[in-house]
């Protein structure tokens, strides 16, 4: 049903469009758009039928003068497509190593991830050296964001996430 899917796309990148306005209108530092299906697609699927739908939402958020990050769940094979979605930055989730994704697309604009959020259920030791791992692979290029590869699990300990982020203030001071 290629033109019941074309009224859908279209309504959703018209909905996600005001309520990201919104979210720039109500404070927001930075607007996020979630394509948490993109991953099922192949590139031509996603490329024919979804990325001008992403690029829409995009053009039309420049005016409100907050940064845009596009994450795509499961997605390694698009990723250069996502990178010419329109976003200042671009989500990566875990399933693609940080510097492989960075090298596959031009460097236009800026990254962010991606540590496995299983990551944090494990050992102080076991997050220290992962959150390390990413770090390294960035190899300090400017315009990395650290994050998770995906959302927070919810029996992820509080106490993991603040081990991870001491790894990367320890990291960066290193840098200095």
């Known amino acids: 049903e290629p033109e019941a899917f074309l009224a859908l796309m279209t309504k959703l990148r018209e909905v996600s469009g005001r309520w990201l306005t919104a979210q720039a209108e109500a404070g927001a530092d930075a607007l996020q758009l979630f394509d948490t299906w993109a991953g099922w697609l192949n590139p031509i699927t996603y490329e024919r039928q979804v ?25 390694p094979h698009l990723i250069e497509l996502l990178s010419q979605a329109g976003s200042d930055v671009l989500g990566v989730d875990w399933r693609l190593s940080i510097d492989e994704a960075w090298n596959r697309f031009s460097m236009d604009c800026a990254i962010q991830g991606n540590l496995d959020p299983t990551v944090l259920l494990g050992s ?53």
Do not use: W
């Open 51 to 75: 990325m001008e739908h992403s690029r829409f939402v995009f053009h039309n958020l420049k005016g409100t003068g907050c940064p845009t990050i596009h994450f795509a769940v499961g997605a």
């Open 124 to 176: 102080e030791q076991h997050i220290r050296r992962a959150v390390i791992d990413v770090m390294q692979r960035v190899d300090r290029r400017p315009g990395h964001i650290f994050n998770l590869g995906h959302g927070i699990l919810p029996q992820t300990p509080p106490h993991s996430v603040t081990i991870a982020m001491d790894a990367v203030r320890s990291y960066e001071a290193t840098a200095a």
